[in-house]
C-alpha cells in the first residue's frame, strides 16, 4: 500500500472551513484514498472515500488532484466537535488499514 | 440500524494468561478485521475474517488467533499475555471488502 505524509498537527477556528492535507506520491492507479478520524479513545470513524473524482457526502469533501498524487480532505463549518486525529489512508480495497500518526485537528472557539 | 458492538468495554488481565474479546458486526456486514492500537499510536492491522477463514494477518505472533462465526461475528483471543499486548483493541467490519466501520474498541490492560 501507498505511504501518506500528513502534517502532524493543525488549528482552525470554529465555524470556518478544515482543510486537511495527504500526500500520497506513490499511489498507484487502483488504489483508493480514504479518511477516517478518531475522537479521543474511540473507536476511528470513516468519513469518505474517493478513487480520481472529487467525492462529497454529509460529513466532508474530499478533493483529489488530477495526478492523484495529493488530496484534500474540507471539512466546511467546523465546529468543536470536529476536535479529532485524522487519518489519510492509501488503499487498495478496504481490506487492510494502515494508520501513520494522521493529522491532530484542533478546532478553536 | 445497531453499529459495530465490541464486548468487553474494559478488561484487565495478568501475564501469562489468556483472553478472549467479542466483536458483533454491523448489521448486514460480513468482514470483520481486528486492530490493536497502543497509547498514542495508530491502530495497527491484526488479521481479517470472511467467509468464517482468516484472509489477511498482519505482523502479529500466532499467540494472537482469531474466528468469524456463521453469524459473522467474531472472536479474537489471545495467548500468554506480555505487558506489551495492553492496548485498544478495535473491531471493524465491512460489506466484502468495502469501508469498514469501526467499533468502540476493548481497553486491555495487563498487568
Known amino acids: 500500500d501507498a505511504k501518506t505524509t500528513q502534517p502532524p498537527s493543525m488549528d482552525c477556528a470554529e465555524g470556518r472551513a478544515a482543510n486537511l492535507p495527504c500526500n500520497h506520491s506513490?499511489?498507484?492507479?487502483?488504489?483508493?484514498v480514504y479518511w477516517y478520524r478518531q475522537i479521543h479513545s474511540q473507536g476511528p470513524q470513516y468519513i469518505i472515500h474517493?478513487?480520481?473524482n472529487n467525492e462529497t457526502n454529509e460529513m466532508a469533501s474530499l478533493i483529489i488532484t488530477e495526478d492523484r498524487k495529493s488530496s484534500t480532505l474540507i471539512l466546511p463549518h467546523a465546529t468543536l466537535r470536529d476536535t479529532a486525529v485524522y487519518y489519510c489512508?492509501?488503499?487498495?480495497?478496504?481490506?487492510?488499514?494502515?494508520f501513520g500518526q494522521g493529522t491532530r485537528l484542533t478546532i478553536n472557539p | 440500524d445497531a453499529g459495530v458492538t465490541q464486548s468487553p468495554t474494559h478488561l484487565i488481565k495478568t501475564r501469562g494468561q489468556q483472553v478472549t474479546l467479542r466483536c458483533s458486526p454491523k448489521?448486514?456486514?460480513?468482514?470483520v478485521s481486528w486492530y490493536q492500537q497502543a497509547l498514542g499510536q495508530g491502530p495497527q492491522f491484526i488479521f481479517q475474517?470472511?467467509?468464517?477463514?482468516?484472509?489477511q494477518r498482519g505482523n502479529f505472533p500466532d499467540r494472537f488467533s482469531g474466528h468469524q462465526f456463521p453469524n459473522y461475528s467474531s472472536e479474537l483471543n489471545v495467548n500468554a499475555l506480555l505487558l506489551g499486548d495492553s492496548a485498544l483493541y478495535l473491531c471493524?467490519?465491512?460489506?466484502?471488502?468495502?469501508?469498514?466501520?469501526f467499533g468502540p474498541g476493548t481497553r486491555l490492560t495487563v498487568t
Open positions: 471493524a467490519s465491512s460489506l466484502r471488502f468495502y469501508e469498514q466501520y
Open positions: 506513490t499511489i498507484s492507479g487502483n488504489e483508493y
Open positions: 474517493g478513487l480520481k
Open positions: 489512508i492509501v488503499v487498495m480495497g478496504a481490506q487492510k488499514l494502515v
Open positions: 448489521s448486514g456486514h460480513d468482514t
Open positions: 475474517y470472511y467467509e468464517e477463514e482468516e484472509r
